[in-house]
């Protein structure tokens, strides 16, 4: 699986778009790019994956750049609610079960 | 929907005490995993399954055993519980279907000291 490098932590105010980054410079042209957060204490929770389009969801947009090894997860519009650790993992889906290897992600602080 | 649920939420230990760790999942999802997630770390894989019946071995499975008899549960086992084994341990369950990503659902987390 391609290595993933996040930066530490970064701050949002609160209603702006928070881009996080990932570059993933060694990915494969089949290899995913997946997002999980795990707010405080909780379980991680799965926000959004692609290949090589832009994808939006419900909860953000995931923009992979053409020649695929960066991506920036955005969130719209932050809350504090959304202040967590952020994973980018890249990984090939497999036909079997998808053993995620999760790094140390970046922590996210929305302050008011 | 319970979605995925871990017992116990806490647990204190002594070196050498067994105990049995118990995640259900009410979604009739095939897979199954145990992490566990030690302090400013990411979580790391101890062991899965891909059905009833069946368990196979991840990143981190020494001093763990797995069982999986019945679709809906997962039991992580610690025979001889050490130290290095305190942690917060995540179960997660996700679908099986073929040519998709399938999203991983985890619980709560289960907060494990051995003393």
């Known amino acids: 699986d391609a290595k993933t490098t996040q930066p530490p932590s970064m701050d949002c105010a609160e209603g702006r778009a928070a881009n996080l980054p990932c570059n993933h410079s060694?990915?494969?042209?089949?290899?995913?790019v997946y997002w999980y957060r795990q707010i405080h204490s909780q379980g991680p929770q799965y926000i959004i994956h692609g290949l090589k389009n832009n994808e939006t969801n419900e909860m953000a947009s995931l923009i992979i750049t053409e020649d695929r090894k960066s991506s920036t997860l955005i969130l719209p519009h932050a809350t504090l609610r959304d202040t967590a650790v952020y994973y980018c993992i890249v990984r090939v889906i497999q036909g079997g079960s998808e053993k995620l290897v999760f790094g140390k992600g970046m922590k996210l602080t929305v302050n008011p | 929907n319970a979605g995925v649920t871990q017992t116990p939420k806490f647990r204190v230990l002594k070196t050498g005490q067994s105990m049995t760790l118990l995640c259900a999942q009410d979604?009739?999802?095939?897979?199954m995993y145990w992490y566990r997630q030690d302090p400013g770390m990411g979580l790391r894989l101890i062991h899965y399954?891909?059905?009833?019946?069946?368990?196979a071995k991840g990143e981190v499975p020494d001093g763990y055993n797995v069982s999986r008899l019945k679709k809906q549960n997962f039991l992580l086992g610690l025979e001889s519980a050490a130290p290095s084994q305190t942690s917060v341990y995540f179960c997660?369950?996700?679908?099986?279907?073929?040519?998709?990503?399938?999203?991983?659902?985890f619980g709560p987390g289960t907060r494990l000291t051995v003393l």
């Open positions: 997660a369950s996700s679908y099986a279907i073929s040519g998709r990503y399938n999203e991983q659902f």
């Open positions: 979604m009739n999802h095939e897979y």
């Open positions: 399954s891909v059905g009833e019946g069946t368990t």
């Open positions: 060694t990915i494969s042209g089949n290899e995913y």
